[in-house]
């Protein structure tokens, strides 16, 4: 396990520095270093968040998750009373004190990863049927339908996943959490068909040539940058799509700033990075000393990677623009903070791990929860 922690701390580190030079380049001709300044104590911060939960034993986040649940729940109501949540471009998802804003629904995505795992370790046997299924569903029900409202459609489909990977990861049958599904695509399909923003987004992904000049200039103009970067790119600093042609370029799409000045080669180093991370990340949870650990590990690995998977499919013109920022790479503090916290959390199960664990022992577990293993807790690194 210390081998899986290094390469985890080694791949998070080039993706911060790779994040804190593209986030410089993207946008050092208009605001100068500004945006880096704050990027870097953002990520300070998280570092010392994330250095805390790794040193932390991650049992003992069990009996807090309740109140850490509670408090992303009103963080998140906050957010949309009005006077109080910030309204931005006609949506409310920041609370903020002068030049300090905070995103809740960033801070949702650990804790709704603990909160998960905790009905995965406690309530495990009730979750094969439908009354022990629906506790788990409320709670993801509750922060999925206020990120909604913001609205931060985007994100909610992305915490809807996550918790139904989690769900059966944890043992719930696929015939309960498919129709749930099911039901919240549907629900979503028909509020995205009614709001006018949004369904210009799917018509412009589906047209983007025809709407390259109104609503799918972004896309169009991101495919452009990564087009015109080749294979290595027109050097660090010299992308030309920064200079007002691609909006949000140092935040969502950044990806596409990164294809222009380091080409193909710097695209696919960014991903294979992230396929690092998503892979020893899952290895950590298979090695976990108890469903616990596991389903944290699992939940973190899943979130990162789903997130990064969704933010350069935009980018290329593969999904619809969904406005997921991408770890540790896009400006913003509070993506980066959670995505610090997360690797924490994942840190902090990796050092406590068995070597003898692996997933055929805990789906025998799940399989007869009575089961006892006879392996001693091994000691942390």
């Known amino acids: ?107 949702a995505k650990p804790v709704l990863v603990l909160t998960l795992a905790w009905f995965g370790d406690q309530r495990a046997r009730c979750l094969a049927s439908l009354r022990g299924i629906w506790k788990p569903g409320l709670c993801v029900g509750l922060v999925v339908g206020l990120v909604f409202l913001e609205p931060d459609v985007g994100t909610a489909v992305m915490l809807a996943v996550l918790a139904g990977v989690m769900l059966v990861v944890a043992g719930a049958p696929l015939r309960w959490v498919i129709p749930a599904g099911l039901c919240g695509a549907v629900a979503a399909g028909l509020y995205v068909w009614q709001d006018p923003v949004r369904a210009r987004r799917l018509v412009a992904w589906w047209a983007l040539e025809e709407t390259k000049l109104d609503s799918g200039f972004q896309p169009y103009q991101a495919m452009l940058a990564l087009g015109s970067g080749g294979w290595t790119g027109l050097g660090l600093g010299n992308g030309r799509q920064k200079l007002g042609f691609v909006p949000e370029h140092y935040t969502d799409f950044i990806f596409a700033i990164i294809g222009e000045e380091l080409g193909l080669v710097g695209t696919l180093a960014v991903v294979v990075l992230f396929m690092a991370l998503v892979g020893v990340g899952l290895w950590i949870a298979l090695r976990a000393r108890e469903p616990f650990g596991m389903l944290v590990a699992a939940g973190v690995t899943t979130w990162i990677g789903l997130q990064a998977a969704i933010n350069m499919a935009v980018v290329t013109s593969l999904l619809p623009n969904k406005g997921l920022p991408l770890p540790f790479i896009s400006y913003g503090g509070s993506s980066l903070l959670a995505a610090l916290a997360g690797v924490g959390l994942l840190l902090s199960v990796a050092r406590r791990a068995a070597p003898q664990a692996s997933a055929r022992t805990w789906l025998r577990r799940r399989r007869n929860p009575f089961l006892e293993e006879k392996e001693p807790l091994p000691e942390a690194l």
């Open 1 to 107: 396990m210390r081998v899986a922690a290094l390469v985890v701390v080694f791949c998070v580190a080039l993706l911060l520095v790779a994040g804190l030079v593209m986030l410089y380049s993207s946008s050092m001709s208009q605001v100068g270093s500004y945006y880096l300044v704050r990027q870097l104590c953002w990520c300070g911060a998280g570092l010392l968040l994330g250095g805390f939960l790794a040193g932390v034993d991650y049992l003992r986040w069990r009996r807090w998750v309740w109140v850490l649940y509670g408090l992303v729940v009103l963080l998140l109501v906050l957010v949309l009373v009005p006077g109080v949540g910030l309204k931005i471009n006609g949506a409310r998802r920041w609370l903020g004190l002068g030049d300090f804003r905070l995103q809740p629904s960033e801070l």
